[in-house]
């Protein structure tokens, strides 16, 4: 067998061993979406007896009707669209005036500010502090307790100023002061338009952490009329406030049965729309990978 031959060979088998990890790994996340979402479609009673693997069974819609017929969830809904927003909206803004000039080779002191930022990733004040810090603002139990604290992510910052430094060559910059482009200018009509992809890269990353947050939500809010979708559903989950969806007149037995079935319909409905769009998204989530691997 030849040298070439015998490469040939190890890469043939190095391929086979990849493919059958990457089939496990594929397996071991899917296969608990679809236990859950197999389950939100099955009969309560069999969820409860643990008879649902990964088909449903005696299709039905019940948990889904308890699920939409409490207002709690549509409240919920709501309060999360507007945080996703509004906070997505506030993150880009301020990374972008943020990261613009940390990216500028004539900043003065910019260095000693990035060193800054990049402390506060690995040292940070903790719960308390910044609880007293929202408290004090008059912002908790307000929509700003959740859209403001953390408004700028370090790691995020970082991606962009890395996007800005490889992407803008000075010489465009020069040409377009040359021709008396103001630095407000400069960053609206040549920066933004040339970035799109990182702008589209870094709003992914916002609007996601803002759609499946509930830690903050759990901290600053104590008005259930301001709960994201995620606290919703976590009070579902871990606490007697599913007995509010399971409204049987037939006992005690047949709201437990119940509660199995709206727990995974809960979870389905909280999920359902970050699963549907990250396919279509995913090929941006790989190259704010990609823009992020090497820092400068």
């Not at 549509?74 to 945080?83: A, D, E, Q, S």
């Not at 809960?266 to 704010?288: E, W």
Request: glycine residues 6%.
């Amino acid at each position: 067998m030849t040298e070439r031959s015998k490469w040939a060979n190890a890469d043939f088998w190095f391929s086979i061993v990849l493919y059958i990890l990457i089939t496990c790994i594929t397996l071991f996340v899917l296969l608990p979406l679809l236990n859950v979402l197999s389950s939100s479609f099955s009969s309560p009673y069999l969820v409860a007896q643990g008879h649902i693997w990964f088909w449903p069974q005696a299709l039905t819609l019940q948990s889904y009707g308890k699920v939409f017929e409490n207002a709690s969830v549509w409240i919920g809904y709501r309060n999360t669209l507007l945080y996703t927003a509004l906070g997505t909206s506030i993150n880009v803004i301020l990374t972008v005036l943020a990261a613009y000039p940390l990216s500028r080779s004539d900043l003065r002191g910019g260095k000693a500010i990035l060193g800054l930022l990049i402390f506060t990733m690995y040292f940070q004040g903790g719960i308390i502090p910044t609880y007293l810090v929202v408290k004090q603002l008059g912002m908790v139990n307000t929509v700003w307790a959740m859209v403001l604290p953390g408004a700028i992510n370090t790691f995020n910052l970082i991606v962009m100023r890395t996007y800005f430094m490889s992407t803008l060559p000075k010489e465009l910059q020069e040409s377009a002061f040359i021709d008396g482009c103001t630095n407000v200018r400069y960053l609206w009509s040549i920066v933004l338009p040339v970035c799109k992809p990182i702008l589209a890269v870094i709003a992914l990353y916002y609007s996601v952490h803002h759609w499946n947050d509930f830690f903050q939500a759990l901290i600053y809010l104590s008005d259930a009329k301001r709960y994201p979708l995620q606290l919703v559903l976590r009070d579902i989950l871990i606490s007697s406030k599913v007995d509010d969806f399971a409204t049987l007149d037939n006992g005690f037995t047949d709201r437990l049965f119940q509660a199995e079935g709206i727990k995974y319909a809960m979870i389905v409905v909280a999920s359902l729309p970050m699963l549907v769009l990250y396919p279509f998204l995913q090929r941006y989530f790989v190259k704010g990978a990609l823009v992020g691997s090497v820092k400068g």
